[in-house]
T-cell receptor, first 118, second 114 residues
Framework: GAGVSQSPSNKVTEKGKDVELRCDPI?????LYWYRQSLGQGLEFLIY????????KSGLPSDRFSAERTGGSVSTLTIQRTQQEDSAVYLC????????????????FGPGTRLTVL | DQQVKQNSPSLSVQEGRISILNCDYT??????FLWYKKYPAEGPTFLIS?????DKNEDGRFTVFLNKSAKHLSLHIVPSQPGDSAVYFC?????????????FGKGTMLLVSP
């Protein structure tokens, strides 16, 4: 695709409900990252995928948060039993991850999903 | 503990003048630094980066300066244009683990007035 896409763009849910957020990375990008941005904060790293495996889940704030990636492409971030403090913009990014380059693999971001937990 | 700090939440500049956005970091393992630009309702877009082996990188109107001893970097935009009005995020990465997870600052909102 032309860029990273995320759905839904907005999600309003009630406290205690589960939500699923979807990310479609750029075709061919092997690395995928989830971040979130709470109000007045910077982007906070959540989880990193290389292919379908997640070598770094260190940013997931609690066991209510999980993510998976299938076919080396689409990823879903699931939040169970949502709390009001989960309200944030959830951003997905992908990169080609060519380690042969002297520079770093640039991360391309999607537009984000704005989650509001009432 | 914030490892990347952008102490100015906002900056106002007149069109044609220089914009200077500052960023400080605390983690001495960081060896690669990036600036991202974000418009409302859009994801951040990559602007410019610098490796710790350099102290300056220039791309058109944008120049990033790195002072490793002070753990400080800055983004200069010359001349500033109204279309530059956006939130600018400073980000840093360390690569001992072989991939580039980014640590972001809180951002600085730049407003360039005509």
């Amino acid at each position: 695709g032309a860029g990273v896409s995320q759905s839904p763009s907005n999600k309003v849910t009630e406290k205690g409900k589960d939500v699923e957020l979807r990310c479609d990375p750029i075709s061919g990008h092997t690395a995928l990252y989830w971040y979130r941005q709470s109000l007045g904060q910077g982007l906070e790293f959540l989880i990193y995928f290389q292919g379908n495996s997640a070598p770094d889940k260190s940013g997931l704030p609690s066991d209510r948060f999980s993510a998976e990636r299938t076919g080396g492409s689409v990823s879903t971030l699931t939040i169970q039993r949502t709390q009001q403090e989960d309200s944030a913009v959830y951003l997905c990014a992908s990169s080609f991850r060519n380690l042969g380059l002297a520079g770093r693999d640039e991360q391309f971001f999607g537009p984000g999903t704005r989650l509001t937990v009432l | 503990d914030q490892q990347v700090k952008q102490n100015s939440p906002s900056l106002s500049v007149q069109e044609g003048r220089i914009s200077i956005l500052n960023c400080d970091y605390t983690n001495s393992m960081f060896d690669y630094f990036l600036w991202y630009k974000k418009y409302p309702a859009e994801g951040p877009t990559f602007l410019i980066s610098i490796s710790s082996i350099k102290d300056k990188n220039e791309d058109g109107r944008f120049t990033v300066f790195l002072n490793k001893s002070a753990k400080h970097l800055s983004l200069h935009i010359v001349p500033s244009q109204p279309g530059d009005s956006a939130v600018y995020f400073c980000a840093a990465s360390a690569r001992p683990s072989g991939y580039s997870t980014l640590t972001f600052g809180k951002g600085t909102m730049l407003l360039v007035s005509p």
